[in-house]
């Protein structure tokens, strides 16, 4: 017997980045299912945005409520490392 979800239950998907949860997500609202998210970008990038995001080393207010967030689902904000924009940014200067 497949398993049913609560009308009011959060239903939340995600996949290696690739299109199945999106897939899923259509399947799980066209019956009425109205709490249903996916990752849109993969698990991977969740855990790097949220889990252990990148800071600057003079944060803004946007990026304090990054660190908010972080540490709310138990993450680790990197504050002073160098993101991969910083990173591309830098390889394209040739350094």
């Keep these: 017997?497949?398993?049913?979800?609560?009308?009011?239950?959060?239903?939340v998907l995600y996949s290696e980045g690739g299109g199945h949860s999106a897939q899923t997500w259509v399947f799980l609202r066209a019956p009425g299912y109205p709490r249903v998210f996916y990752l849109r970008s993969g698990l991977y990038e969740w855990l790097d945005d949220v889990m252990r995001p990148a800071l600057p080393a003079l944060p803004s207010p946007a990026d304090?409520?990054?660190?908010?967030?972080?540490r709310?689902?138990?993450?680790?904000?990197?504050?002073?490392?160098?993101?991969?924009?910083?990173?591309?940014k830098i390889r394209r200067r040739g350094c």
């Design 1 to 11: 017997m497949p398993y049913r979800f609560d009308a009011n239950e959060t239903i």
């Design 64 to 70: 304090s409520n990054v660190a908010a967030l972080s």
């Design 72 to 88: 709310y689902f138990g993450g680790v904000p990197r504050v002073g490392e160098r993101t991969a924009a910083t990173v591309a």
